[in-house]
Every structure is written in C-alpha cells, then in structure tokens.
C-alpha cells in the first residue's frame, strides 16, 4: 500500500500521521507534503525519519492508495483533483468538496456504505464540529427521526490549526493583537468562527447546517448553529437541542444515543479535559421538560474524532469495503 500525507506538518496531518500508527496502518511507501516552508523538516513514522517534501502537481500525478490531505481549501481544490485523476483515493479534510454532490461526505460510522465500490477519487472529511454532532445524534435520527437541531459550539483554538494555537499562546504571554481570531481570544470568548455572511450566519456555521443534512441523509433537518471560540486547547463541546419527529421517553433517547458507535453517553459531566486524546465522542446532561424536545452536552477530541481519526477510519472502512 502506498499512503501519502498532504500537510503533514499542520496540526491534522500530524496527528493523522500518529493514528496511522495507533491504528497499525503498514504501507509499503509513505511520502509527506507540505509547502515550501517546510519542505526538508523531519517527521518520524515507525521510527523512521521521513523528510517532508514540498507538495507539487507534478507529485499529485504518481498514483497513491491513499493521499490523506490536511492543507487547508485552497490546496485541496488546486492538487486533489489531479491526484483524483491519477487514480488516487483522496481523503479531503478541507471544506473544498463536501457539498458536490458527486462527492462523499464521510462519517463512517454513519454513511461508510457510500465507499463500496468507490475505487478513486475524492472523499470528503466532514467540518469537526458536525462530526461530534452527528455522532451523537444519527441513531436518535433513525429512531425517532429529528426535526430540527439548535446547537451552540464552544470550540478549541486548535480549530483553527497551529496558528490558532500560537495565537492562544502569545496572547497568555502578553502579545495581544488578534490576527487569527475576529478578537483577542485570551481570557474571552468569540461568537463568530469564520466569515459573516449576508445571511447572518458564519460560513462555520452554515456548514454544519449543510453537511449534517448531507451526512444524515435528510435535506428536511432544520439546524440552527452559533459557532464559538473558546480559549481551551483541545476539544469542542456542544449545547445541542433536538426536536423529534416521533414522541420518545427519556431511557429510550438514551439509550438511542448509548447505541452511537465509538459514543459515551454517561450521567457523569465530560469536559475537554476528559476527553482530549481519545477517539470517542462524550455525551451527557441529557435532559427534557416534554416528549419531542430534549438538550444535551457533548465533547470530543476535534483533533481526532473531528479530523484525523475520521480520516483514518475513512482509509480502513474503505480497505475493508473495496
Ligand atoms: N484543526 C481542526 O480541528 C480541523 C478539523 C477538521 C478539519 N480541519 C481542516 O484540516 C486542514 C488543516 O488544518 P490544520 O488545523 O492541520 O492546519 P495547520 O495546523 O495550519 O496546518 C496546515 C498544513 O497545511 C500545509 N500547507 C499550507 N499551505 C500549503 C501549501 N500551499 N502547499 C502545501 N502545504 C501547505 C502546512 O504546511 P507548512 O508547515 O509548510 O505551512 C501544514 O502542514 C484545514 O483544511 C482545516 O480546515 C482542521
């Protein structure tokens, strides 16, 4: 197997890299791509030192098993297309193809099935904040049918990749101009991730409307997000509201989500804390004045459920399926 990583120096492609090995994913030949910038710094992989090369369409041509790329939209649309073309599977974590409607939305605890037979081309790694979500929520999906979603993030600076990180950083130590974030993200908290659109709603924001109709397969499904930066590292947390279609009892809604597969529900309270570094989704405080409406808190590694391990399971179910 060949397996290559685009952006393998950022925050996602590093970790991807990571649970490539936790996972004991063996290729034959691995490559890792970033940009110039980069080009020539070190990354280990079972021990081995790979030096980093600078990405090229001249590189995208060779055919991989598997390119898993993490560079942000604007590399994803200039250099997936030609890697797809190559016969390449391609697993996008940018926000550049989720919408095409030729092209997969992938949570494969969800919706893997549309992998089978998919011998080439780009799959699409959903937005990190609607991964928790609807992991928590597909199966109360299926069995009680939901009818609209109001949801308030609160997310991590590493959202925002390493640069977000630093900002984070550099601010605690006194450096304070906002660059990354819409305003100092030190000791503060910032309702606006992304750009405003002429709707009112962030760019952020009107994905996890879009993809969670795409992924759950209900164009029907009325989401109502406010998207927010928080001054913690890793993990985002969730206040979700759902309304259903079909009445439930409260065991019946919990047990719905207990049944999520790599989800925790528990009547404990998960904090990021709790739940950085794991591959799991945490789901508590779950709770309900009437039979159709309940809220919920949810936390998850946005690094690793939201990125780099739904990528990884991408590459695996896909393995398994074709
Ligand atoms: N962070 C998250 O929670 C998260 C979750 C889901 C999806 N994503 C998506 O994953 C992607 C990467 O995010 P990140 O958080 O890992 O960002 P990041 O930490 O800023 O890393 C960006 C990576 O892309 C590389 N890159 C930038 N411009 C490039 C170019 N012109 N050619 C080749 N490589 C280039 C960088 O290489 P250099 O070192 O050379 O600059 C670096 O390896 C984004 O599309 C983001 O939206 C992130």
Redesign the pocket.
């Known amino acids: 197997m060949k397996i290559a990583v ?8 590093r970790m991807m890299t990571r649970v490539l090995q936790e996972r004991n994913v063996r290729p034959d030949e691995i490559s890792f ?7 020539g710094e070190g990354v280990e992989f079972y021990g081995r030192k790979h030096r980093v090369k600078e ?1 090229t369409e001249e590189a995208m041509r060779e055919r991989y098993d598997y390119l898993l790329f ?7 649309r200039q250099y997936a297309p030609i890697a797809a073309e190559a016969g390449s599977v391609v697993i996008d ?3 550049a193809f989720r919408m095409d409607p030729a092209i997969p939305l992938v949570v494969p605890e969800i919706n893997g099935d549309l992998l089978k037979g998919y011998s080439s081309g780009i799959v699409a ?1 959903p ?2 904040s609607t991964i928790q979500m609807v992991l928590a929520l597909y199966r109360v999906h299926e069995r009680y049918g939901i009818r609209s979603i109001v949801v308030s993030t609160y997310q991590s600076v ?6 977000g990180m630093n900002e984070l950083e550099d601010q605690m130590r006194g450096h304070i101009a906002p660059k990354k974030f819409v305003k100092q993200i030190h000791l503060n908290v910032v309702p606006q991730i992304g750009s405003l659109l002429e709707n009112g709603f962030t760019d952020e924001e009107m994905k996890m409307v879009n993809e969670t109709r795409k992924i759950l397969r209900d164009p029907d499904i009325s989401v109502w997000p406010t998207t927010v930066r928080v001054p913690v590292l890793y993990c985002h947390s969730e206040s979700i509201f759902t309304e259903t279609r079909k009445p439930f009892d409260l065991p019946g809604i919990e047990a719905a989500l207990e049944a999520g597969e790599h989800v925790v529900f528990s009547r404990d309270m998960f904090t990021p804390l709790d739940a950085a570094g794991t591959d799991l989704t945490y789901v508590g405080r779950v709770r309900a004045f009437d039979d159709t409406r309940f809220l919920m808190w949810n936390v998850a590694d ?2 690793r459920v ?2 780099a391990t739904n990528a990884v399971r991408i590459l695996l179910k896909h393995r398994e399926l074709n």
Not at 6 to 13: F, K, L, M, P, Q
Not at 158 to 163: F, P, Q, T, Y
């Open positions: 685009v952006g393998a120096t950022g925050e996602v492609g791509f970033a940009s110039a910038r980069s080009a990405l993490s560079a942000g939209a604007a590399v994803s974590n940018s926000s790694n937005n990190c590493s959202g925002a990749g390493k640069n946005n690094i939201g990125a």
